[in-house]
Structures are given as structure tokens and as C-alpha cells.
């Protein structure tokens, strides 16, 4: 085992705070691709299932803004606490009715304890990983996110797809209930005394390319994770296997970019990690027609997962070294609230381009807007190159 790893693995309190986001995000991804699908069965527009994913993040964003303040007030523990009961509990309302409307009053609700469990779960990671394995520990979060997400977003589908609606509900009900348990035996964290303004009182020239890449990257996942399903018609299957491999290269591309990120230092990753995604979502594109080819998606499935991961932990890594431990709220919460607003964007945005002009071309518009980053991120990669060091601790 690499003396990184076993570090991480000996750092108090940090394996039950990976315990707890793999099953928190099993949890929400469950029902990531069910719930638009469930909307579409019962007579709801693709904008309309889209829609579903992007209230959901609506209300997760609004609620991000608050944690870093909610954070000095009560602690992680108890907004863990309360983001899982939030996230979990209502899903059984799906029980009684999968309409559009109670639908999207429910996806609003699980939003806020989404909203309250990714900040607080992200700025965790920092403040126990020692700071000479951030881009380890943040890969290693993303592992246990990823790898619970192989195993929940195929099996939310297969569950739904087999008739078993009633069951996939309640393990999405129950998966983040079970979080509350790891929560218990993390160890105290000492509450931050930053003032209220944190967030903008990081540098924007900072705060710019992370949160760009990640809001591009997010929206392009948002259409893939909410639609595809749909794209391929009833070939259910499919889609299921292709966001199983997404997950499993987000695992092999976040993690790799955090070992990079320690070795050879930030702001080297960004660019090749969003032409790898972009990639992706351009074979996505062509993948989707026909009813779905399966090489292509299952090509697109892994260039676009890499990318995906690696954009996710630069921009992490450099928001948590440009803020220090006093803002580490902070810039989880500007890192959440980019990565969820471009999922809900991207689900809602993209829920459009499908009913006007087909599937096909919500993947190349999706690929369009990750290229045009390309250029913030190399101006900011050749601003940072003369100081471009490992992350020190």
C-alpha cells in the first residue's frame, strides 16, 4: 500500500468521514436517474423530467450558502446530521405519487439536506486530512463517492426498470438515514471563527477558473446523469451500465489528479482534464443516435468520467489552498454550489435542447460549453506556472 494511502487511512476520523459520504451520495444517486424517469413515465416533458434534477440543485445551492455560516454555528456533526435526515426522509413521499408536481416539491426538499451534506462533507476532508495529502484525501473522498456511485445509479435504474419502484424509494430513503450512524463517531471539530463574508473574500482570480470548469463539467454531467436514460429509449440497460463506468472513471480520474496534484503541484491538470471531458460528451453525441451504440457510449462513458473526476479535484484543492483552514466553508461551499448549479442547469438546460432539436445534440452542446472554458483554464495555468508548487502542508 503507498505510505500516502496507509497515511490517510490512519488519520483519525477520516475513513468514517468516507464512510459517510459513500453512503450519503449512494443515497442521492439512487434516485439521480430514477426520478426524471419516473416523471417522464407518468406524462411529464423532458423538460419537465429535467426540471426534476434542477430544482433539486436549485434548492441544494441556496442551501450551500448558508452552511459555511451554519457551520460555525452548530458544527459538522449536526449539520450532517440534519442534511442526511433531509435528504433521506422525504423520498418516501415518491411512494404516493411520482406526478410532476409532488415530484418536484419533493426533489426541492431533499435538496436542502443535499445542500447541507456536501459542504460539510467536502470542508470535513479538509480539516482532518493532514495538508501534505489533500489532493489524496479529496481523492479519496471521491473514491468512496464514485464507487458508491457504480453500485447505486445501475442499480436505481435496474430496480425501477424491473418494476420494483416501491424498492428503490425506500433504499433511497434508508441509505442516507444510515449516515447519521458514521456521523456519530467522528471526532470534534473545532468550529471556524471566520466572519460571515468568507466566500467573497476569496480572490476572484482564484475563485474563477475552479468554479467555471466545474460549473461546465457539472452541467454536461447534469444532462448525461438525467437524460440519457431517456436517450436510449427502452434500452434501460444501457444507460445503466454507461453511468456505472462514468462513476468508476470519475473514481480513476479524481483520485490520479489528487496523486498528481501533490507530486507536481496545482493548476497543470485543468486543461487536459476538460478536453477529456469534453471528448466524452462529444462521444456521448454520437453514441446516443440510433438508440444508443454501445461502444461509443461505453468510450464516451470513461473519457468523460476521467475528465469529470480530474476537473473535480484541481478545482477542489486550489479553492482549499487559496482559502486556508479558516475558509475551508467557505471554498467547499463555492466548489459545491458550482458543481450542483451546473448539474441542475445542465438537466434543466439541456431537458430543452432535447425537445427542440434532439438527444444528439444535447451531448455537443454539452461538449461546446466545456471547450470554451479551455481558454480560462490555460490563461489561468500560465498565470500560475511560475509558482505552480506542491501543495505544502
Known amino acids: 500500500m503507498p505510505a500516502g494511502t496507509a497515511g490517510l487511512l490512519r488519520t483519525p476520523g477520516l475513513p468514517v468521514a468516507l464512510l459517510m459520504g459513500a453512503t450519503t451520495f449512494g443515497g442521492w444517486s439512487l434516485l439521480l436517474p430514477v426520478v426524471p424517469l419516473a416523471i417522464s413515465r407518468s406524462g411529464g416533458s423532458d423538460a419537465l423530467a429535467g426540471a426534476s434534477t434542477a430544482i433539486f440543485m436549485a434548492t441544494t445551492v441556496l442551501t450551500q450558502l448558508a452552511v459555511p455560516a451554519l457551520l460555525r454555528t452548530w458544527g459538522h456533526r449536526w449539520v450532517l446530521a440534519v442534511g442526511c435526515l433531509l435528504l433521506g426522509a422525504p423520498t418516501l413521499a415518491f411512494l404516493l405519487s411520482t406526478d410532476p408536481v409532488p415530484a418536484l416539491a419533493i426533489s426541492a426538499v431533499r435538496g436542502v439536506g443535499f445542500g447541507l451534506v456536501t459542504v460539510a462533507g467536502s470542508a470535513l476532508i479538509a480539516e482532518l486530512a493532514p495538508k501534505r495529502l489533500l489532493g489524496r484525501a479529496t481523492g479519496a473522498q471521491g473514491i468512496a463517492v464514485s464507487a458508491s456511485q457504480m453500485v447505486a445509479l445501475p442499480l436505481g435504474l435496474a430496480l425501477f426498470g424491473g418494476g420494483h419502484e416501491s424498492v428503490v424509494f425506500v433504499l433511497g430513503a434508508l441509505v442516507p438515514l444510515l449516515s447519521i450512524v458514521s456521523i456519530v463517531a467522528l471526532p470534534s471539530i473545532p468550529r471556524a471563527h471566520g ?3 468568507g466566500v467573497r473574500r476569496l480572490p476572484a482570480s482564484v475563485l474563477l477558473a475552479p468554479c467555471l470548469a466545474m460549473l ?6 447534469g444532462g448525461v446523469s438525467s437524460l440519457l436514460p431517456i436517450a436510449v429509449g427502452d434500452r434501460a440497460a444501457i444507460a445503466g451500465v454507461a453511468l456505472a ?4 472513471a470519475i473514481l480513476v480520474g479524481r483520485y490520479g489528479a489528487g496523486v498528481l496534484v501533490d507530486r507536481i503541484g496545482l ?14 460528451a462529444a462521444l456521448f453525441a454520437l453514441g446516443v443516435q440510433d438508440g444508443g451504440r454501445v461502444s461509443l457510449l461505453l468510450a464516451g462513458s470513461v473519457a468523460f468520467g476521467i475528465g469529470f473526476g480530474a ?9 482549499f489552498a487559496a482559502a486556508g483552514p479558516a475558509r475551508f466553508g467557505a471554498a467547499s461551499a463555492a466548489w459545491n454550489i458550482s458543481y450542483d448549479a451546473g448539474t441542475g442547469i445542465g438537466a434543466l438546460a439541456l431537458g430543452v435542447v432535447a425537445g427542440i432539436a434532439g438527444y444528439p445534440w444535447v451531448f455537443a452542446v454539452a461538449a461546446a460549453g466545456i471547450v470554451a472554458v479551455i481558454p480560462v483554464a490555460l490563461g489561468r495555468t500560465i498565470q500560475a506556472a511560475p509558482r505552480a508548487d506542491r501543495v505544502e502542508p
Open 267 to 280: 493548476g497543470r491538470i485543468m486543461v487536459p482534464a476538460l478536453a477529456c471531458g469534453a471528448l466524452g
Open 195 to 197: 466572519g460571515p463574508g
Open 245 to 248: 463506468v462514468v462513476s468508476g
Open 216 to 221: 461546465m463539467v457539472a452541467s454536461a454531467y
Open 311 to 319: 476537473v473535480q479535484n484541481e478545482a477542489l484543492v486550489t479553492l
